[in-house]
């Protein structure tokens, strides 16, 4: 299981969130998001992580900004340990989650 931890633009872990096994996860300014990012920067609905049979799926929710990985701004990309997304100004760091 995937666990995701958003961190500031200089790499500090804010928060960690268990993916668990929840269908759409919504990432975004807005208060009914699954994980709410503060920064104007960040759309309403920004991206999602959405499951599917082929694994984790980031998708961008055709946001204002964006959404980047390894600096190339992507419509959707399968998740793996390690990888990193940029949202905002905030990181998206994905871990085999911990036990």
Request: include cysteine; charged fraction near 25%.
């Amino acid at each position: 299981m995937l666990e995701l931890h958003v961190c500031n633009a200089d790499g500090a872990m804010l928060k960690a969130y268990a993916l668990g096994e929840k269908e759409e996860v919504l990432i975004g300014r807005d208060q009914g998001c699954d994980i709410q990012i503060l920064s104007r920067a960040v759309s309403r609905e920004h991206c999602a992580i959405e499951r599917t049979e082929a694994g984790l799926l980031l998708k961008d929710l055709d946001s204002s900004s964006g959404t980047y990985v390894d600096g190339e701004k992507i419509d959707s990309i399968s998740l793996s340990t390690g990888m990193e997304a940029r949202v905002g100004p905030a990181i998206l760091r994905f871990y085999e989650a911990s036990l």
